[in-house]
């Protein structure tokens, strides 16, 4: 079977294998939208490309560790673990030793869309109440529940105090379970 027809589960459980072809294929698959992910969570191209490309290392080397659908997640999901795992590593590094920006980085206005796909997906009310929330709420909301983030992984992400994030969390849901009631 050539590496184009087969699923990236399959793809994943080759590059474990050290198929370079099936690697490539996987790169060249999902590259382009886990990009647009990481850019969505931070702004600097340049720590994004850097992300990208520990990710990408980090597949090759751990591919084997992908337990597939028996464990309950898909490729996909996987990837983007590891991703927002490399990005919260990246900004403890960047915390760590600060840098000075050349200029300001224009914020996008753009819905995610993760926003889009959610709201389409979990019906009108639900889509109605996410995009109702406050930015500031949705931003916790997505860094936790879709990316599956920790308080303190989330903390960082977004640089934020921890407790924050959890008072973010409380209030998003609390608005979303009053706005569905």
Do not use: N
């Not at 936790?144 to 992984?153: A, C, I, S, W």
């Amino acid at each position: 079977m050539k590496v184009t027809e087969l699923d990236e589960g399959q793809l994943l459980r080759r590059v474990a294998r050290a198929d370079r072809a099936a690697f490539d294929e996987l790169y060249r698959r999902t590259s382009p939208w886990l990009a647009v992910r990481l850019r969505r969570r931070c702004s600097d191209d340049g720590m994004v490309a850097e992300v990208l490309q520990d990710t990408y290392l980090a597949v090759w080397r751990a591919a084997g560790t992908f337990t597939g659908l028996q464990g309950g997640g898909s490729a996909a999901g996987w990837l983007w673990t590891v991703a927002a795992h490399r990005l919260v590593d990246a900004m403890r590094r960047r915390a760590r030793h600060p840098e000075v920006p050349a200029e300001e980085i224009p914020v996008r206005h753009a819905p995610a869309a993760e926003d889009e796909a959610l709201a389409g997906s979990l019906g009108d009310e639900v889509g109605v109440a996410l995009s109702e929330l406050a930015p500031e709420l949705r931003e916790v909301l997505h860094a936790m529940v879709l990316d599956g983030l920790t308080v303190r992984e989330t903390s960082i992400l977004l640089g934020l105090p921890e407790g924050t994030v959890k008072s973010r969390a409380r209030r998003a849901r609390s608005v979303l379970r009053e706005a569905l009631s």
